[in-house]
């Protein structure tokens, strides 16, 4: 019996056609800077609260409305982001609560775009929402509550370790935010 192996040759085109992956920094840049009504949420924006847990995507609520959700649409397209949703229209995303998804081609991170998440709505994220200084720009983060609130909704298994992991990091910060979230619900 004989083993045969192939092997692979690749080229990756140099200077002026040279690709790369998208940065952390391009993605926060490109969603402050498109002019939507938008609040990073998820665990990546859990790390701004100290948290060492993070996940490949980049998670952003947008105003549930045609115009905020096509600009923030529009601005990852721009990046050349391949998008799950290309399709479908702004309004029908929303109407159906569906997350649009884009991916990078070269590897780096992905966006979801939401309009709505398990929990709190867009609302009140937007109205607790706080601004954080990140890589060199300020960026509109949710609360630690609404991140925290977000995934005790969502009740997932991935959603349930984020929630153990957070503990590990956050202890305190996680069991006051629960109290905090309720007070804030029973005001209402």
Not at 95 to 109: C, E, K, L, N
Request: with cysteine; proline share 3%; net charge positive.
């Amino acid at each position: 019996m004989s083993v045969c192996s192939t092997a692979w040759s690749v080229s990756f085109p140099v200077g002026a056609d040279a690709f790369a992956m998208l940065t952390y920094s391009e993605i926060l840049r490109a969603i402050q800077d498109c002019g939507a009504d938008y609040v990073w949420i998820g665990m990546n924006a859990a790390g701004a609260y100290g948290s060492t847990v993070g996940s490949q995507d980049f998670d952003f609520l947008v105003r549930p409305k045609p115009l905020h959700l096509d600009k923030a649409r529009r601005v990852f397209r721009a990046l050349g982001m391949h998008e799950s949703w290309s399709d479908a229209t702004s309004n029908n995303l929303i109407a159906a609560g569906a997350t649009d998804s884009f991916s990078d081609p070269y590897g780096g991170p992905s966006v979801d775009l939401m309009t709505e998440i398990s929990g709190p709505d867009f609302e009140e994220v937007w109205s607790q929402h706080k601004l954080v200084e990140f890589s060199g720009l300020t960026i509109r983060i949710a609360s630690l509550e609404h991140i925290i609130a977000s995934k005790r909704a969502a009740n997932r298994e991935k959603d349930r370790y984020a929630l153990k992991r957070l503990r590990q990091d956050l202890g305190r910060e996680v069991r006051e935010s629960r109290v905090a979230y309720r007070a804030g619900k029973k005001r209402k």
